[in-house]
Nanobody, 115 residues
Framework: QVQLVESGGGLVQAGGSLRLSCAAS????????MGWFRQAPGKEREFVAA????????YYAGSVKGRFTISTDNAKNTLYLQMNSLKPEDTAVYYC????????WGQGTQVTVSS
């Protein structure tokens, strides 16, 4: 059974940066397209960013394009999300998972951006 563990969230002022990490036990990321998703209070979980299994292609939601960068370290079996120029509307719980054929969701990591 795959276990996803997200970390790196926190409280940051608008304009600040955070780097999220996602580790998986039981599977290697390199075989799958992986993504970051987020869920704000009272809203549906939404797509944030994805990276192809080869790492050669990345995709971003329009709201984060140019500010967030997704990457992987296959040697460490870890997925990252570098978030710059954070805005209050980025406040949410952030999750990682496969893009297609989801594993069980982890607990996520809380990101709070103050204005």
């Amino acid at each position: 059974q795959v276990q996803l563990v997200e970390s790196g969230g926190g409280l940051v002022q608008a304009g600040g940066s955070l780097r999220l990490s996602c580790a998986a036990s039981g599977r290697t990321f390199s075989s799958y397209a992986m993504g970051w998703f987020r869920q704000a209070p009272g809203k549906e979980r939404e797509f944030v960013a994805a990276i192809s299994w080869s790492g050669g292609s990345t995709y971003y939601a329009g709201s984060v394009k140019g500010r967030f960068t997704i990457s992987t370290d296959n040697a460490k079996n870890t997925l990252y999300l570098q978030m710059n120029s954070l805005k209050p509307e980025d406040t949410a719980v952030y999750y990682c998972n496969r893009v297609v054929g989801k594993w069980a969701w982890g607990q996520g990591t809380q990101v709070t951006v103050s204005s």
